[in-house]
């Protein structure tokens, strides 16, 4: 069973360069979201959707886009990349939005270094 | 600052020994969370707890909400090299426009 799969796993940018990465699951959910997780911070949220055509922004929504085309997939997307931007990357998705009962799925991240 | 504080930030100790973990803030939690993350992996959800005073129990993992719904705790008895691994708590609440925000983190490291 794949749940959340990101794309790339991997990458090295320089200052100012752009990217995207992608975020698919397959259990057919409602909700994504996209964290980032840096040492000694947790995860903190960058932007969510609570369904296909919607985003939202989370904590640190600065410097990040992102769009949901279709359901299965959440793209976050860098237009000028900054070396503050260095982090692992989080997917996740979940059923709905009732966070009594609901429990995030999360990819394997995505490690982002910008030089 | 971030909404929710973990205390401590790292922890060792030997197998066999317990140990608490502890998440603090200011606001009030709709409900609170508990995930671990094991390296190279996204984190895994332990328990979901939404009543105040709430106490669940996961085999030898021990969670509780607190009172005011503001902090919460975990408490492991007789750990073991299995429980290794960054413990995160992560609450949902009006202050967080309903979805999760995480705190800042627990690395737990057990001994053999």
């Known amino acids: 069973n794949a749940g959340v799969t990101q794309t790339p796993k991997f990458r090295v940018l320089k200052t100012g360069q752009s990217m995207t990465l992608l975020c698919a699951q397959d259990?057919?959910?409602?909700?994504m979201y996209w964290y980032r997780q840096d040492p000694g911070m947790g995860l903190r949220l960058i932007h969510y959707?609570?369904?296909?055509?919607?985003?939202a922004k989370g904590e640190v929504p600065d410097g990040y886009n992102v769009s949901r085309l279709k359901k299965q997939n959440f793209l976050l997307g860098l237009e000028s990349a900054a070396p503050s931007q260095t982090s692992v990357y989080f997917c996740?998705?979940?059923?709905?939005?009732?966070?009594?009962?609901?429990?995030?799925?999360f990819g394997e991240g995505s490690r982002l270094t910008v030089l | 600052t971030q909404l929710l504080e973990q205390s401590p930030q790292f922890l060792s100790i030997q197998e066999g020994e317990n140990l608490t973990v502890y998440c603090n803030s200011s606001s009030v939690f709709s409900s609170l969370q508990w995930y671990r993350q094991e390296p190279g992996e996204g984190p895994v959800l332990l328990v979901t707890?939404?009543?105040?005073?709430e106490v669940k129990k996961l085999k030898r993992l021990t969670f509780q909400f607190g009172d005011a719904r503001k902090d919460s705790s975990l408490h492991i008895t007789a750990a073991q090299t299995g429980d290794t691994g960054l413990y995160l708590c992560?609450?949902?609440?009006?202050?967080?426009?309903?979805?999760?925000?995480f705190g800042t983190g627990t690395s737990l490291t057990v001994i053999p």
């Open positions: 996740a998705s979940s059923f709905s939005g009732n966070t009594n009962t609901g429990e995030l799925f």
């Open positions: 707890v939404v009543t105040g005073g």
């Open positions: 959707s609570v369904g296909e055509g919607t985003t």
């Open positions: 992560a609450g949902a609440g009006p202050n967080t426009g309903n979805q999760f925000y």
């Open positions: 259990m057919n959910h409602e909700y």
